[in-house]
């Protein structure tokens, strides 16, 4: 029976192929200005390929902004966004562009930019031409310039909204009408009003204190919205139109998750006056405004899947048009029974396109799919820091154009020395592209490292990443020999050997005697520990063992050298490490450097003052980090190849591990 999943669904008079949807996403891809260029068109084109029915480009701004954002503002963009149109056709997708407008005064602090960059050119030119007094007039106004711009940012972001005058709103309105007929000239298929930002604001009862026409009621601030949608339909009447619906959904706790947008109660209540108005599709989703792109797009563990899912089945309950879901939504299982239930008719997955590609080519086939971990590493963390997105599993994504998998030339024998995730992936390409692969683990199982990181609160969920492996390496003929040790006469019988044997714990550095240390990966493979303890070493693997004994009731320090605890924690995971941390009491020394351990007992200086710090403990976790294992190369006569934690004078994190390990099955 055909899955629900790959039935056409008609939205508007758009036909969708499938009920996949790439939501809109902010992916970094653009070009410097705002144009659709060759690495954004290959990663959307390559999710055509993998058949997404339903493709939404996220943050197009209708006006000149700063933000790092597509950009449809001039007609001389059009050509761009046509060619983008075209790539998705020819592929059976249908594209259409998410609209916003940012809640801020975008010409004023546009002024203030522009104005900030021309008087450092006149500085420069000042400055080459010998006038020091122009040269530090130009500078001082530059810097002053910049200055009213940042605080005007940082004022309007939150009170644009209010400020506003109907004249701008006005403009504002005109501006994301003018932006659809380019769409519509562009060949895009629809455009998705981005019912959260400043037309969120303003529909927002917690953001929105205005006492004119669009204040107050509810049907005073829900009013922009709908002129809004009205000028769209005016102005591109042949583009179907989606309306991302913001829902201030409730935490456990009974707090509020997200500002702007609407509670439930009434965002179901202007899902109706948003039919009655003519838009075509309604997606769903987390209200933003929170300054946490965690609320938004929540990392793995801290609420349940596709938690707006409640609401969006009040919403399908209540209009005649279809309905999106996204938040999530990490299995085909799950979308299917969501369209089952009738709770939904189109299903978001963002992260898990970025994860694989190819779902629905995948799902048609009943081939193998590789699952999002919702770890945020590569994809979130990366549009909080103004970078690209990438997705630390897949190691083609975001460069579609210049990495993917080679024909072979020829079939070759090759031996994968190490079951973790590096020796998995490496092994996975290499058979992928046709060679004879053959994997050596001498443990029980395969995965390393990634089943001590599935330990700690919350990160269960990564163990998907080996389930994959497990169900695809048997399928494309992988030998896995476990609880082996391949002696050189087996590795010699191949063509080339990867080697991915890993790392260890690192040795304590520092004098200790007479106390009881045992080691992090000690602790998360399941080491009895008793008492209060000490974990020596705050990166993210002591971080994530501090929080997993204190869970389990410890009594918990965490004693750091550098000055901040879990530097490499992504901005949407570190305010849930600092909640149980201060749930549970966990006492920090950062700037601290343990000179001896005695009796159970750690003597450290704190480095930023000199002061000497002691610390007792019944239990000393040791997680200074980790040592590559030596890969015994005796005897070999064939090429070898190292990767993961081994290749390196530096062990590496999940995707650097994953890249090195693709790269080098990719180049035999």
Sequence with gaps: MEKRILKPVQVGNMTLRNRIMFPPLTTGYEERDGSIGERSLKFYERLARGGVSYIVIGDVAPVRTASPTPKLFDDSQIPAFRRLADALHAHGSRLALQIFHPEYDVQGAGCLITGSQMARRAAGEAKAAGNEEEFRKQSDEAERLAGEARAKLRHDMQHFVNEASREQLAEIRESIAACALRAQTAGADAVEVHGDRLIGSLCSGLLNRRTDEYGGSFGNRVRYALEVVKAIREAAPSLAIEYKLPLITVNKDGSLRGKGGLLEEEAVAFAKLLEEAGVDMIQVAQANHTGNMGDTIPPMGDVPCNWTLPAAKRVKETVNIPVATVGRVI????????????????????????????????????????????????????????????????????????????????????????GGIAGLEAARVAAKRGHKVTLFEKTG??????????????????????????????????????????????????DIVLVAVGAHNMQLPVPAVNSNIVSSWDVLAGAEVSGSCVVLGGGLVGT?????????????????????????????????????????????????????IRDNVLYAENMTVGSTITIPADTIINALGSKKNVFDESGLTVPVKYIGDCAGERTADIASAIRSAYHAANEI
């Design 544 to 596: 994530e063992t501090a929080e997993y004994l204190a869970v389990k009731g410890h009594e918990v320090t965490i004693v750091e050298m550098t000055d901040q605890i879990a530097a490499g924690e992504t901005g949407t995971v570190l305010p849930l490490i600092r909640k149980n941390f201060k749930e549970h009491h966990v006492t920090e020394y950062v700037s601290t450097k343990v000179k001896e």
């Design 445 to 494: 199982r395969t995965g390393g490292q990634i089943h001590l990181a599935a330990v700690p609160p919350r990160k269960s969920e990564i163990l998907r990443a080996i389930e994959y492996y497990e169900k695809i390496l048997p399928a494309l003929g992988v030998e896995i020999k476990l609880h082996t040790e391949p002696s050189a006469a087996e590795l010699n019988d191949s």
């Design 331 to 418: 299995t085909v299982e799950a979308g299917e029974q969501i369209l089952a239930d009738g709770a939904a008719d189109i299903i978001g997955y963002g992260r898990s396109l970025l994860t694989d590609p190819d779902i629905a080519v995948k799902t048609e086939r009943g081939e193998c799919i590789r699952e999002c971990l919702n770890c945020n590493k590569g994809c979130v963390d990366a549009v909080q820091n103004r970078r690209y997105i990438s997705c630390v599993l897949n190691a083609e994504n975001g460069d579609e154009a210049t990495i993917f998998l080679k024909p072979v030339e020829r079939v070759k024998k090759v031996a994968v020395a190490g």
